[in-house]
T-cell receptor
């Protein structure tokens, strides 16, 4: 298994541009989440999904959209990038609503918005 | 809504010193508690987790944590740290029977002097 994969690894955007951060997992996990990591603020939950077709907002959802058309993929869209969205983005997945399960993280996407 | 506080932002220790990192959470119901570690340049890995039962949880690499319900705390400990423990440590919480969201603290950077 490849685990949780994210593309791209690095991206530079200009203010106002749009882009999609890709996340895929091959472990048949139901739950997937997007976090952003900023210095001194830890990881903050952006959006999460508990299964295909089901998404919900996390702590900091503004400026981001998600969809979950398949179990494997959970893309994160920035419709109009802002410098405040400069961050490292992590995708994570776990099997489901089972309290024993571990959450697995992808390698991250480093985004710079100029 | 649940929240997590990590009051130690940066801890500096010498090798062989004992370690205790503080974590306090806010949630009124049943909680699931986690400690994750992020080594330099790597993504997050699970150190240990608490769901129920024995409040003293043992994890990988000699780490342990104690859940004290009356204090809403889940502090991480290690009796003797090594230089390789240099990393950032995150406490996280999910709450209730659904446990669909995992919320992270702001992290504690641990630096070990050789």
């Amino acid at each position: 298994n490849a685990g949780v994969t994210q593309t791209p690894k690095f991206q530079v955007l200009k203010t106002g541009q749009s882009m999609t951060l890709q996340c895929a997992q091959d472990m048949n996990h139901e739950y997937m989440s997007w976090y952003r990591q900023d210095p001194g603020m830890g990881l903050r939950l952006i959006h999460y999904s508990v299964g295909a077709g089901i998404t919900d907002q996390g702590e900091v959802p503004n400026g981001y959209n998600v969809s979950r058309s398949t179990t494997e993929d959970f893309p994160l869209r920035l419709l109009s990038a802002a410098p405040s969205q400069t961050s490292v983005y992590f995708c994570a997945s776990r099997i489901g609503d089972t309290r024993q399960e571990t959450q697995y993280f992808g390698p991250g996407t480093r985004l710079l918005v100029l | 809504a649940q929240s997590v506080s990590q009051h130690n932002h940066h801890v500096i220790l010498s090798e062989a010193a004992s370690l205790e990192l503080g974590c306090n959470y806010s949630y009124g119901g049943t909680v699931n508690l986690f400690w994750y570690v992020q080594y330099p340049g790597q993504h997050l890995q699970l150190l240990l987790k608490y769901f129920s039962g024995d409040p003293l949880v043992k994890g990988i690499k000699g780490f342990e944590a104690e859940f004290i319900k009356s204090k809403f705390s889940f502090n991480l400990r290690k009796p003797s740290v090594q230089w390789s423990d240099t990393a950032e440590y995150f406490c996280a919480v999910s709450g209730g029977s659904s446990a669909s969201k995992i919320i992270f603290g702001s992290g504690t950077r641990l630096s070990i002097r050789p």
